[in-house]
């Protein structure tokens, strides 16, 4: 039985540097953990100087990814460049010449998991992405392995960690978005370009891989209703803790009616939820199990450590299996039922928040509150608070459990009172399961 596993690594930034170090610093102490010694055999990178920085010989570096992946020597291509070309080429090459594959691509797996998962299944190969979700959490082996005897009910889950900073930033310091968003560049937790962080793309990639494997449905990006954090104001902060409420980018998947609700959009939570507490960059998510019940899995979300440390789990899985012979011991996508149709986002039904920026004059609520009535939506609440210097007052209600396409369009007739100045903000809540 071969005790030793070749490793092409294709990436040198932050995550992959951090991966090379352990198996170059900490490879003996690796190998008493798991069993087999992995040898990081060769290594790509655009910029030569991270490898020598690594103590790296030149003989096994390259800037032609090629090259790694077809060299005969080497049996476990770990990608971790990003983006769907060129590494969707290079990964269905590597498991055509028979090699397993360690990826943290969210996007590409997000976008052409199945191709990837056929090709693993066509060839016999092992395809593990740990890290493509939730940092160092180790969300995928729990969804594929740890709760593989229940039916998920819901799968809910704070999955962008610059998101969840600026939200909490906002809370604790009491400033507003641009500047919450402005110290987290200045700390690094958000790009030059921070759209695919603060708009939800980034939780939409990660939604739809846990949607894979929890529920056996595969999606499309576009399919999944998807709503930024940049309209959140102070205010809305502020007027959700007085409600005992705090504002969470949530990335929501839920089994309701035999259908899979699948959405991404800041939420509403009660203080007492779950997940009303994991603030700053960490992550987590929770799920509800057929026989477990809730379930929370918490840790940090980004960073060199917490990534290396999920695709080094990777490695030990993939390198046992090689050793003994057994890839494919588990299937890249589990053994989720389904798949389940999606239900569409104008039948989900839940509670508003809804702030609504009017001038100050007589019959003003009575009219906001007629259109909700003819709407179908009743008020639980509702908070007219103080004048602002423009003569404009911010009216804030909470709803009952209303259908989102009577929400849209009692918002729109809203919107279109000329007394009404800005655009009303509507925030959906989520209840802690049973409630």
Request: with cysteine; net charge positive.
């Amino acid at each position: 039985m071969p005790r030793i596993v070749h490793v092409g690594l294709i990436g040198l930034g932050t995550v992959g540097t951090g991966v090379a170090r352990v198996l170059l610093e900490k490879g003996h102490w690796f190998e008493r953990r798991i069993g087999v010694r992995v040898v990081l055999a060769r290594v790509c990178d655009r910029d030569p100087k991270r490898a020598r920085a690594l103590g790296l010989p030149l003989s096994r570096v390259t800037t032609d990814a090629r090259q790694v992946v077809r060299d005969p020597a080497i049996q476990v291509i770990v990608e971790l460049i990003g983006g769907l070309e060129p590494a969707k080429s290079l990964l269905l090459e590597a498991m055509r010449r028979g090699k397993h594959v360690v990826t943290a691509n969210k996007a590409l797996l997000a976008q052409e998991g199945q191709a990837l998962c056929a090709a693993a299944a066509t060839y016999g190969v092992d395809l593990y992405f740990e890290a493509s979700v939730g940092g160092g959490i180790p969300i995928i082996k729990v969804l594929r392995e740890g709760l593989i005897a229940n039916d998920y009910n819901a799968i809910l889950g704070i999955v962008n960690g610059t998101s969840n900073y600026i939200l909490s930033q906002m809370r604790e310091k009491q400033v507003s978005f641009h500047e919450a968003l402005l110290e987290a560049k200045q700390h690094g937790y958000a790009e030059r370009d921070p759209s695919l962080d603060i708009d939800g793309h980034d939780a939409a990639h990660k939604l739809a891989i846990l949607a894979w494997l929890g529920f056996g449905t595969r999606v499309s990006l576009s399919a999944i209703p998807t709503e930024g954090i940049s309209r959140i104001s102070l205010a809305d902060i502020q007027y959700a803790d007085e409600l005992g409420y705090c504002i969470k980018p949530l990335a929501i998947a839920k089994r309701v009616d035999h259908e899979l609700e699948l959405r991404v959009h800041p939420t509403l939570l009660a203080k007492t939820h779950l997940l009303a507490n994991i603030n700053g960059v960490y992550n987590a998510v929770y799920v509800h199990g057929s026989l477990v019940g809730a379930q929370l899995f918490y840790g940090r979300g980004a960073g060199q450590n917490p990534a290396a440390s999920s695709v080094l789990s990777d490695l030990a899985d993939v390198a046992r299996n090689v050793a003994l012979g057994v890839p494919r011991r588990v299937p890249a996508a589990g053994l989720a039922s389904g798949p389940l149709s999606l239900r569409r986002m104008d039948d989900i039904e839940t509670r508003y928040y809804m702030r609504v920026t009017a001038i100050d004059k007589p019959g003003v609520l009575a009219t906001i509150s007629g259109i909700l009535g003819r709407h179908h939506i009743s008020i639980a609440s509702v908070s007219q608070k103080e004048r602002r210097a423009a003569k404009t007052v911010p009216v804030v209600m909470m709803t009952h459990e209303a259908k989102e396409a009577n929400m849209r369009r009692a918002l729109a007739a809203i919107d279109r009172l000329r007394v009404v100045k800005s655009k009303t903000v509507a925030l959906r809540t989520e209840a802690p399961r049973g409630k």
